[in-house]
């Protein structure tokens, strides 16, 4: 049972209430206690010297004056002897005072029980005469007793709202319990609600985008492997296929070179579209929110055009750029990507010595960047297709192609709270245009 948070906390939290309820208990006490003795002790001396003047000065029987001051929280004793007055066990303390009293003074002490009351001693009329509260009600006992019943009533009162208050603190990590048995054996569905701001429901919300990304992540696999075995198999059955006829030992060094090739090609496609796969089902499943800064859009298009230039002096391609200042806030590292796989097509499918026109124009509503070539072009057909994932166009791809760079390049602008488009015509090259919000038309919660 202590094993139970829950239980501890409970027993925790009571027993510090326990403790901090005795000591201000005990420091009320302390300090109350003796002043409301004083004032019995003062109140006993009061009534001794009222009896001692109704006796003395006005004459009065001494059953009668007592009579007068007699009330139902006060205990008057007569005594016809000292001897008499020692039997009496709780007023053995007064035989070291007897001196004073036969000296006619009043003597105050203490009685010789629990609770210790005073109580106030005089020989008038030749007589021992006690006056104390009363042991059952007297002053000091009701106040011990509302002392008590207090304590009590703050622990009881206390414990009650320190098991509503523990049970609302462990309910949360009760359903956390709950949910990750669920998530144990796979169930991805379950979303706690956070209530609050506190530490609680901070680590609900970090639970849930745990799960949110647990489920992604199994989805990414799932389709991942699904994906991988439906495109995979050409590759894998033409280096499989390439790499038997390797093996023959009559063939020529053409055939043998030539058939290295292919299967060199074809590895490179496998790693191709295996990183792009991930890639793309990461940028769809993602739950964690994507990271943001600002930066020079026309500094990155630069920088991947100067990173490509290898491959478009290759082809003795011309290159006219046109790019305007633009400050974008975004993921910077993702929209590389996005530039990278326009001019890589765009270099691809453009013969020797043709052209490419790269713009950015920004203006208060959005950035427009479109990237032109005098490439083989795409059909119109095709045109409505060619963001799709794994399409790859007959006369608009090469084999080497995994049909993914384009969908990847829309799901970052989507991210982004952009659009691309593409016009395009067989034999006269294609446009591709890429529209992003300005940083002030920018929507909120696309990117964190």
Known sequence: MLNSIYVRFVLLFIGILIASALLALSVVTAFQLDDLKKIVKEQLEDRITAVTSLVAEKDIPLQEAIQYISSPDMNIQ???????????????????EFEKLEQGRSVTIEL????PLPVTAAIIDGQFVTIHPDIDNNQIVRFQRTAQTVLLTAILLGSLLILFAVSMVVKPIKALSKASVEVAKGNFEINIPVKGKDEISDLVKNFNVMVKELKANEYLHKEFVSSVSHEFK??????HGFGKLLKKKDLS?????????????????LSNLSANLLRLSKLEHQAIQYKQNTFDLDEQIRRVILLLQNQWEKKDLHLTINLDKAVFTGDEELLQQVWLNLLINAIKFTPDQGTIEI?????????????????????ESDQKRIF????????????????????????????HGGKITVESE???????????????????????
């Open 253 to 269: 060094l053409k055939e043998r070179e030539e058939y290295t090739d292919i299967v060199i090609e074809e590895s490179e496609r």
């Open 78 to 96: 007569v005594f016809q002897n000292r001897e008499e007055l020692l039997k009496a066990g709780q007023y053995s303390p007064l035989e070291n």
């Open 234 to 239: 050409t590759p894998l059955s033409s280096i």
């Open 426 to 448: 067989l034999g006269r090259g294609s446009v591709f245009y890429v529209e992003l919000p300005s940083q002030n038309h920018q929507k909120p919660g696309i990117l964190a």
């Open 112 to 115: 010789n029980r629990r609770p």
């Open 388 to 415: 799709e994932r794994f399409y790859k166009a007959d006369k608009s791809r090469t084999k080497t192609g995994t049909g993914l760079g384009l969908s990847i390049v829309k799901k970052i602008v989507d991210i």
């Open 359 to 379: 713009e950015l124009h920004s203006n208060a509503d959005h950035i427009s960047f479109s990237i032109a070539d005098t490439g083989i072009g795409i059909s």
